[in-house]
């Protein structure tokens, strides 16, 4: 800013610009998704609209979180997309700008980034310098595929706007609360000390989001209950959630651990690994693959796609059926264990692509549960709509929702409450 403009701010009356909107950058490795939102609390007169309101967001607490403007680079590095990482954020700053909301406005107050893993280190949304972004490379190990590309991001953004506070936000970080006991696997202390095997657990932000909001739709501080939350997209996770505290999750020391996912066959005895490599002769790579890409669903059926399997089963597809069923199994398993773990359930709530969208899946994943005080009404389950619900009966001991996830709203609250003054 040169010494011309500063003479002329001065000599107007000064209007004190509120930085109040939060840039969201979730940078992967072929693509970078990006939301501009407004934390401002909407005053009396000047409300979001209810179409640009963020669901679930208004009862109780928060209900900032206006949603400005969205949307993907994608193909980053490939044929037909932009070079690199550099060239994807200026195609968003320009997307930006070309709506009027560029990255130099003055009412940009930080970004927000969302990193996978956090490690032990990170608990908690966290202010970026350099010592953090060597952190972050650090735990390279631990999330290989993730960390890179969200450093990568971090860093194209830093050098942007070297003057705006960046702040990171870990899918890991929610479950930090996890008691040792959960988190600690049974093997040799040293073994694991010294390389970092632990669960930590992930879609710690959308836990996080989802597990307040159904406090929110029983009237509740998330104090006040204890939720189960199922996060069921293409990745899978179920989360234990004491008094708004993790106290277990199923993904472990990484997202493989747990439930049955699209591509990912969740639990599975590690003796299966050492069975492949020695009688099967597959070498340890393409181990990870088959257990990462090509089991669940997909291994299971050839469709990872509730949409597709539920057509199949429709049809009395009997190998669709059963990916199905082992798929209900699994997740009933957990629905048990973590009422167990939790010794009083207030709430089971569903999310993500899956857990907001189908029907089938919420009603068989708790069918004959009254005797555990979980029933679910038939009639709502089965309807449609796009906001957080109840899908209870009346008299269900358990209250049952169906909360649609917002994890960029998680990260810009997490990323403000960083910097607001
Ligand atoms: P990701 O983990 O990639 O973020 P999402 O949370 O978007 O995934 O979930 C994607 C999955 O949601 C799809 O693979 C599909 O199985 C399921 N899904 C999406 N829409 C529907 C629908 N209308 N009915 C049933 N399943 C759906």
Same mark, same amino acid.
């Given at each position: 800013m040169n010494a011309q403009i500063n003479v002329n701010a001065a000599k107007e009356t000064p209007t004190p610009v509120t930085a109040s909107r939060v840039l969201v950058l979730n940078s992967g490795s072929s693509s970078v998704k990006y939301q501009l939102l407004d934390m401002a609390h909407p005053s009396p007169t000047s409300r979001p609209s209810p179409a640009t309101a963020i669901k679930g967001a208004t009862r109780h607490g928060d209900n900032s979180g206006t949603r400005l403007a969205s949307g993907i680079v994608e193909r980053i590095g490939e044929e037909g997309g932009v070079a690199d990482h550099a060239a994807a954020l200026k195609q968003v700053a320009d997307e930006l700008a070309s709506q009027g909301l560029g990255l130099d406005s003055p009412q940009l107050a930080v970004v927000g980034h969302r990193v996978v893993h956090g490690g032990t280190r990170f608990t908690g949304p966290t202010l970026i310098t350099d010592e953090v972004v060597a952190e972050i490379e650090k735990l390279v190990p631990l999330a290989p595929l993730h960390n890179p590309a969200n450093v990568t991001g971090i860093k194209v953004a830093r050098d942007l706007r070297p003057d705006l506070p960046q702040v990171a936000v870990f899918d890991t970080a929610f479950h930090a609360t996890m008691p040792e006991a959960a988190a600690r696997y049974a093997i040799d202390r040293a073994t694991a000390d010294r390389h970092g095997v632990r669960r930590y657990g992930f879609h710690g932000t959308s836990h996080a989001y989802v597990s307040r909001a159904t406090a929110a739709l029983l009237g509740k501080d998330p104090s006040e209950v204890n939720v189960i939350v199922l996060h069921l997209g293409n990745g899978a996770s179920a989360c234990a959630i004491e008094a708004g505290r993790c106290?277990?999750?199923? =993904?472990?020391?990484?997202?493989?651990?747990g439930l049955v996912m699209g591509t990912r066959s969740g639990d599975i005895d590690p003796a299966v690994i050492f069975h492949l490599a020695r009688v099967?002769? =597959?070498?340890v790579e393409e181990i990870d693959t088959l257990l990462n890409k090509r089991s669940g669903l997909l291994g299971l059926c050839g469709d990872n796609d509730f949409r597709e399997i539920g057509r199949r089963m429709a049809e009395g597809d009997a190998e669709a059926q059963l990916a199905f069923d082992i798929y209900i199994h699994r997740l009933r398993k957990y629905v048990g264990a973590y009422a167990a773990v939790l010794g009083r359930v207030d709430a089971i709530a569903f999310t993500a692509g899956v857990g907001e969208n189908s029907p089938a899946v919420r009603e068989a994943a708790l069918r004959g549960l009254e005797p555990l005080g979980i029933e679910i009404d038939a009639v709502r389950n089965a309807l449609r709509a796009g906001n957080a619900r109840l899908v209870s009966a009346?008299?269900?001991?358990v209250a049952v929702a169906v909360v649609p996830t917002n994890e960029e709203l998680e990260i810009a609250r997490g990323a403000y409450s960083l910097v607001r003054a």
């Open positions: 106290v277990d999750t199923s =993904m472990g020391l990484t997202p493989l651990e099967g002769g =597959m070498p009346d008299g269900s001991r």
